[in-house]
């Protein structure tokens, strides 16, 4: 059983648990050689964490603890500013940078709530995959059927394995396609993308600044919604599940289920099943936008432009470095002209009207996270397979990064199975809203 945000504070207030003993513990499992830490991390910050560990359990003791959450571990993505630290992003193209001179403020927010970096974790190379694989850092493993070697999806993968494998109780993650969601997925955990605004993306490496977004990833919904309160800069509380009786969701009839392997379709006809059976109301609806926003993207997204804008400097100097496979989608997005990005802003303007409207009757829409299980890491080896498999895999999350919504992954597999992630998407700005569908929906899948 994963620890969680809210069961450490409680345990930590009691005296059941130490700081420094939730450290040791994480620490342990991070150094444990038949495990994913050496790859799952890029860096660990041992003696810091140690350090900071009691000297809160000594302000605990004096009753100083500066928050109920003060000494619990968390894992940092390499993509954030963390003061003295360089944020390579899973690179080696940043290997040189100075550090960085401050912390990031979702960083420094953390921070100031007292929880303590374990360490920076692995990532796909500047965030640019669903895959999770690295050339330059290891791949770490999805906790399921390590015998095999499957993928940890991403980009946020030593995220996901670090909470999947109690490396840390909580970890941030960036989602600009789905890279906290899918990780989620494919570990057994939850992961939460929020919408975009609430969270400041200052001190981060970018990958699309139109739809980048931060956020956590941990074992209950519970803990990815007191994080993502802190990282907003709001007050932190437990969502409060909203009775499934009367629950209103809507399942999308497009794109959200084609493709789905014989597992994904199994279990989320399962949970929509047991789901209903305890009272929500559950509709299969037609989205026409879903349609539009596939043909505003034939001529590329978002990403490929963006990302190029920020990298072509370092490519020029640095280019023989990256991942090619990370490399020549950032340089594809030099061929999209102005006209074209142009034309693709305003047709997500307009997408994101209609989509509203029509979701407005609904309490959140109800998908598969990822429409397949984990591939195998030997399926990757030829370049047309890991593409289809990277575009498939980002597929459902990505709609709501275009759409400019909140989305949270929940596992709906039974303990055994293949990891499965159950997605439900809210409205813009509806994060509140939405961790209290999730929370009912959490409490449903569990009983």
């Not at 919904?221 to 007191?226: F, K, L, M, Q, R």
């Not at 800069?233 to 599940?241: F, K, R, S």
Request: include cysteine.
């Amino acid at each position: 059983m994963l620890r969680t945000v809210q069961g450490c504070a409680e345990d930590l207030a009691t005296g059941v648990v130490t700081s420094r003993a939730l450290v040791e513990e994480c620490l342990s499992r991070i150094a444990d050689t038949s495990g994913e830490g050496a790859r799952a991390f890029i860096s660990v910050s041992a003696d810091a964490a140690r350090a900071s560990a009691d000297a809160y359990d000594a302000l605990r003791r004096a009753g100083r603890a500066p928050s109920i959450f003060a000494g619990i571990p968390f894992a940092v993505k390499d993509l954030f500013d963390v003061a003295g630290e360089r944020s390579m992003a899973g690179s080696r193209a940043l290997a040189d940078a100075p550090p960085a001179k401050a912390s990031a403020p979702t960083i420094a927010r953390m921070l100031a709530a007292g929880f303590i970096p374990i360490g920076r974790t692995n990532m796909t190379e500047f965030a640019y995959s669903g895959i999770g694989a690295n050339p330059h850092y290891g791949t770490p493993l999805s906790p399921w059927d390590r015998a095999s070697g499957r993928i940890p999806g991403g980009s946020s993968s030593g995220s996901g394995v670090a909470v999947a494998d109690g490396m840390a109780v909580v970890a941030l993650g960036s989602d600009t396609g789905g890279s906290c969601r899918i990780p989620a997925a494919l570990c057994g955990i939850v992961g939460y993308k929020p919408t975009a605004n609430r969270v400041p993306l200052d001190g981060v490496v970018p990958l699309s600044g139109s739809l980048d977004s931060l956020g956590p990833l941990g074992a209950s919904v519970s803990c990815c919604a007191i994080v993502d309160a802190i990282l907003a800069g709001e007050a932190p509380a437990l969502p409060t599940p909203r009775p499934l009786a009367g629950l209103r969701l809507a399942i999308p009839k497009e794109i959200m289920r084609d493709g789905m392997d014989a597992t994904v379709a199994a279990t989320f006809e399962r949970a929509v099943a047991l789901l209903s059976a305890q009272g929500a109301h559950l509709v299969e609806v037609s989205f026409q936008p879903l349609l539009d926003l596939v043909a505003a993207q034939r001529r590329g997204g978002f990403p490929g432009p963006e990302s190029y804008d920020w990298h072509r400097d370092l490519l020029a100097a640095k280019g023989d470095l990256y991942d090619p496979r990370v490399r020549s989608r950032i340089e594809f997005g030099a061929s999209m002209t102005a006209a074209d990005y142009v034309a693709l802003a305003s047709a997500r303007r307009r997408i994101i009207a209609a989509m509203n409207a029509l979701t407005a009757p609904y309490d959140a829409l109800l998908m598969p996270t990822c429409p397949i299980v984990a591939p195998r890491i030997d399926e990757l080896a030829e370049d047309a397979e890991y593409f289809r498999l990277n575009a498939l895999l980002l597929r459902n999350p990505s709609i709501g990064n275009f759409l400019d919504r909140c989305a949270i992954s929940l596992p709906c597999q039974r303990p055994g199975e293949a990891p499965v992630g159950l997605m439900l998407m809210g409205e813009t700005g509806g994060d509140a809203s939405l961790f209290a569908v999730a929370a009912g929906v959490e409490a449903a899948l569990a009983s």
